[in-house]
């Protein structure tokens, strides 16, 4: 896959605020929060999409939410509750393709995350 923005910061090639890192992935304050707190927990290894993980990429998958959960009993925000998502391709919001997980805290959060009128 192509190098994205995400690869940049992994590599400290351009500056982010970072709040955590271990041998498999990098937290780092979102640029533009939607919430009091919003960081973004992706793994060091580029996966584009969620469309791209391969079965050998469940580790670190399932890593991201352990980093998330590890931060938000950092933070203090683990049991007021928080939000973890992953968009994926166009409809889901994605614009990044370096998978990411975002991690929103210190408000609470509506359901659906969505404000258009579209009936399902
Ligand atoms: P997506 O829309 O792909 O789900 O989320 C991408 C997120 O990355 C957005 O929330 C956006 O604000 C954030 N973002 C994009 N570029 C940068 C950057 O250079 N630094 C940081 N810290 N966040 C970024």
Redesign the pocket.
Known sequence: MSET??T??INRE?P??IIYEDDLVLA???????APT?F?VIPKKPIATINDIKSEDREVVGHLYLAAAKIAQQQGFAQQGYRAV??CNEY??????HI?L?VLAGKPMGWPPYQDTLKV
């Open positions: 923005i995400f940049k910061i351009i982010a605020d780092f304050n979102d640029i533009n929060p939607q919003h973004l992953m968009n889901g919001g994605q614009t990044v393709y990411h975002h």
